[in-house]
């Protein structure tokens, strides 16, 4: 196998099968309900969904590290948010009997399940093999039956060489245009895309299946002739992102097509292929840091598929920290040939 062909396959189909459990979780617990307390469906799918993915990477390359979000003491004390947990993990399996062999099979026991869970503890590093997971990224997306991602990233020594994002909810023709009704509600034909990338492989997005991964197609940022044709992807929740910044850059840069908000990296995924430009995500806060998991994969896409991502110094994005990325502020994604034009404009807003 070619490099890092093992960890690429594994990769996309933890990620299939974390997504078949998200999907289950919002038909089955999340309609109807926007609740946040400890028994959400949020909480349900960020469990099940990371020890499903961790399990799949311990059965394949059990010495490697894992930074995730969800540990297992919550669990350890509550009976009834265990077993909820374990009845939809238990019976979470991919329709291919070689894809799911490949993943090590359905986890043994309760037990078991706590354990793979525990192992996402990883401070994470400059050193050595370490996968950063976010098994729901975007939560109040999911919750709305809009965007959000499963997402998986490998990084060695620090550096990003294998990222998969699974978004149950978007389109699965890379040429479909970024609309605000993305947000909400999305029903699921015709929907549910992988996206993948290698460093220095390129990047592709194939329809997401329940089975055996989906023949690829390879996916590219659009070339922006004109920047002011250019299409915005942004967070959805001001929280995360500053839309006054974002609208005054936008301004400045004479983009006229309305912002497109989105949550999670969703909106990496968009305009890695094409059907958005440009994605800034400006800092609100001068202490808040940004979790790896949330970018990792992203990133890497992005920069495959023939993009640059930058902090809003311009500085590449930092892995080697630990589990945050504490030496940037703000993220500045743009096709290669115009993230320049864009970096500088938004300088000039943030006054930089």
Request: aromatic share 4%.
């Amino acid at each position: 196998m070619s490099s890092y062909a093992k960890e690429l396959e594994i990769a996309q189909l933890a990620v299939q099968r974390a997504a078949i459990l998200t999907k289950r979780v919002f038909v089955e617990k999340a309609k109807g309900t926007v609740s946040k307390d400890d028994k959400s469906p949020v909480t349900i799918g960020d469990f099940g969904a990371q020890a499903l993915i961790i399990a799949a990477l311990k059965h394949n390359f059990p010495e490697d590290e894992i930074v995730a979000e969800e540990e297992a003491a919550q669990l350890r004390e509550d009976a009834n948010l265990r077993s909820t947990i374990w009845e939809l993990v238990k019976s979470t399996s991919l329709s291919d009997a070689d894809a799911e062999k490949a993943l090590g099979g359905a986890i043994k026991s309760e037990d078991d399940m706590l354990t793979f869970i525990d192992h996402g503890a990883s401070k994470g590093g400059a050193k050595g093999r370490i996968w950063a997971i976010d098994p729901i990224d975007g939560t109040k997306g999911f919750l709305r039956g809009g965007q959000y991602a499963v997402c998986l990233a490998l990084m060695v020594d620090g550096d990003v060489k294998v990222g998969v994002l699974g978004c149950p909810n978007l389109p699965i023709d890379d040429a479909a245009p970024l609309t605000s009704s993305m947000e909400s509600d999305q029903s699921s034909e015709g929907r549910g895309c992988v996206f993948a990338g290698v460093l220095g492989q390129g990047a592709v997005s194939r329809p997401l299946t329940t089975g055996a991964l989906a023949p690829s197609q390879d996916i590219s940022m659009k070339r922006i002739s004109a920047i002011g044709n250019a299409t915005f992807c942004e967070s959805v929740e001001a929280g995360h992102s500053s839309h006054g910044d974002q609208a005054e850059i936008a301004k400045k840069l004479g983009i006229v097509n309305p912002s497109v908000r989105m949550d999670s990296q969703a909106k990496y995924a968009s305009i890695a292929r094409g059907a958005g430009d440009i994605y800034l995500r400006l800092p609100v806060s001068a202490t808040y840091q940004e979790k790896i998991w949330d970018h990792a994969a992203g990133d890497l896409i992005v920069r495959e598929a023939g993009g640059a991502v930058t902090d809003i110094y311009g500085k590449r994005l930092d892995f080697t920290i630990g589990r945050t990325l504490a030496g940037n502020k703000g993220v500045v994604a743009a096709p290669a040939s115009s993230h320049a034009q864009v970096l500088a404009v938004v300088q000039e807003v943030l006054k930089v």
